[in-house]
């Protein structure tokens, strides 16, 4: 069960193919899931119609791109209070730099993932935009010095023992 939506074996197939290639066609899918095109599709857009499939994106070589600098920094406000912590999150939903906003709870309010072409569009970000934020209080950043693992997604192959039984074909 994922929210309301009871999953079966198929379509946690369904889901773990398309994560690992979205660009896959419906025939392929349905030919690697083992059913037909057209329950194949009605499945897919059911999993869509019901928000588990949230789009289809590609994979960017940043590096490649010129985005040399990755950088987390963990942010402390000063005020929890929702306001605030709303205000936060839409200013740096403002900023291209940031490419991912988390809310913790802990020693740090928020982390966020930043990527920038080199050192100094970094850092003119956190010093001009990012600690002189509203309500910022502390900032400490770690660089990544490499990426050891990069699964997107989620582990839906541990969800298969949490569902029925495996379903034949449509």
Known sequence: MAGNVKLDQIDLKILRLLQDDGRMTNVELASRVGISAPPCLRRVRALEAAGLIGGYHAALDGKGL??????????????????????????????????????????????????????????????????????????KTSFVIRQAKGAPGYPTELLSAAVDAPVQGD
Request: hydrophobic fraction near 45%; include cysteine.
């Open 66 to 139: 010129g985005f040399a600098v990755e950088v987390f920094a963990m942010v402390g406000l000063d005020s929890q209070h929702e306001d605030d912590l709303a205000r936060f999150e839409a200013a740096m939903n403002t900023h291209p730099i940031v490419r991912e906003c988390y809310m913790l709870n802990g020693e740090v309010d928020f982390i966020l993932k930043c990527v920038a072409r080199d050192l100094e569009e970094f850092q003119t970000f956190l010093t001009s935009k990012l600690t002189p934020a509203p309500h910022v209080a502390s900032v």
